[in-house]
């Protein structure tokens, strides 16, 4: 009896073992942490117009579900249109994002979260504040970094004020 309940004991053990080492040896404490982390750091590139260092963040294959806007495919093209944002005249003030839920499955992982932000629209002087929801999902990199592979971002309701950024539509055409 006691050797089955050993050989049950030692069963248990390796599979714990086993899905510990699926999600890369992290509890899902620090797997969330270092999601919001990283986001964190992308978040204060981007207000700060640091588009090469928010960039760092993405795989190269990047897809970007933007609110309003056609699918955007790869960093290049990510690029772009983040560079066209900034151009348009629409001036963040503040992104502030709040992780919901992390998840993880051998080498991606999903978050879930909202976020809030206040910006400035082009021709304006007052901010106006947005509420949204978004989902990023992340691959782990060969070298345990983290990559967002699609990202996907909409407000719960746009602002009466809002004015399009750019008449143009600066992610029109960059689907590869």
């Not at 249109?81 to 991606?108: D, H, P, R």
Request: charged residues 25%; proline residues 3%.
């Amino acid at each position: 009896m006691w050797k089955r309940i050993s050989i049950t004991a030692m069963v248990i053990m390796c599979i714990a073992v086993s899905v510990n080492a699926l999600i890369g040896g992290e509890s899902q404490e620090d797997l969330t942490a270092k999601v919001e982390a990283i986001g964190e750091k992308a978040e204060k590139a981007f207000i700060a117009g640091d588009v090469e260092t928010m960039l760092q963040y993405y795989s190269d294959d990047i897809i970007s579900l933007p609110q309003d806007h056609e699918m955007v495919r790869g960093k290049n093209n990510l690029k772009k249109m983040t560079e066209a944002i900034m151009k348009s005249g629409l001036k963040f003030l503040s992104l502030e994002s709040k992780t919901l839920e992390v998840k993880s499955s051998g080498e991606l992982i999903y978050e879930i979260g909202t976020y809030s932000q206040s910006v400035v629209m082009p021709g304006g002087s007052e901010p106006v504040a947005g509420y949204g929801k978004y989902l990023t999902v992340w691959e782990k990199q060969a070298d345990g970094t983290l990559k967002i592979i699609v990202e996907m971002y909409n407000t719960n309701k746009q602002p009466e004020s809002q004015v399009i950024p750019s008449a143009e539509n600066p992610c029109r055409g960059l689907q590869d």
